[in-house]
C-alpha cells in the first residue's frame, strides 16, 4: 500500500492507496506534496492532476464512503465522503461517469464536507 495524506482548509485525512501505475504517479507527484483546487459535488470531491498514467482496473459507478476513484475521462482524483445525488436508499455513493477505485480513506473523514467547493486540497506523500 501507499500512504498519502490529504489536507484540507479543515483537516488531515490519511489514506492508503493500491499499488496501480495511476496510484504511483500520485503518489509521486505528492512528492513532498502537491496542491490543487477541488471541486465539490455532493458527497464527493474530485480535482485534476497533471498526470496521464496507464488506465487499468475495473471502471464502474457504485462506490463506498471512504473510496478513493480515478477519472480516466478527465485525468481526475475523485474523494467519496458521503452520499451522492445518485445515491440510492442504501445511501452508497454512485457517480454517473466510469471511474476506477485506487484506494480509501483510512481515518475519520466526517468533517470532510466542510472542506466546501474550490478549495485547496494538498496531497502529501508518507513514507
Known amino acids: 500500500?501507499?500512504?498519502?495524506?490529504?489536507?484540507?482548509?479543515?483537516?488531515?485525512?490519511?489514506?492508503?492507496?493500491?499499488?496501480?501505475d495511476i496510484s504511483s504517479a500520485i503518489w509521486f507527484l505528492s512528492s513532498p506534496e502537491f496542491?490543487?483546487?477541488?471541486?465539490?459535488v455532493s458527497g464527493l470531491y474530485y480535482f485534476e492532476l497533471p498526470l496521464d498514467p496507464l488506465v487499468k482496473g475495473?471502471?464502474?459507478e457504485k462506490f463506498e464512503t471512504g473510496d478513493i476513484?480515478?477519472?480516466p475521462?478527465?485525468?481526475?482524483?475523485?474523494?467519496?465522503?458521503?452520499p451522492t445525488p445518485l445515491s440510492g436508499?442504501?445511501?452508497?455513493?454512485?457517480?454517473k461517469f466510469p471511474l476506477i477505485?485506487?484506494?480509501?480513506?483510512?481515518?475519520?473523514?466526517?468533517?470532510?464536507d466542510d472542506?466546501?467547493?474550490?478549495?485547496?486540497f494538498t496531497l502529501v506523500q508518507e513514507i
Open 58 to 60: 475495473e471502471e464502474k
Open 1 to 20: 500500500m501507499l500512504k498519502l495524506l490529504i489536507r484540507t482548509r479543515n483537516g488531515e485525512y490519511p489514506a492508503d492507496l493500491d499499488e496501480s
Open 115 to 120: 472542506a466546501g467547493d474550490r478549495q485547496k
Open 101 to 112: 477505485k485506487i484506494g480509501r480513506l483510512t481515518g475519520d473523514f466526517s468533517d470532510m
Open 73 to 82: 475521462k478527465v485525468n481526475a482524483m475523485v474523494i467519496f465522503y458521503g
Open 35 to 40: 496542491s490543487a483546487e477541488a471541486n465539490q
Open 69 to 71: 476513484c480515478w477519472w
Open 89 to 95: 436508499e442504501d445511501g452508497k455513493p454512485v457517480w
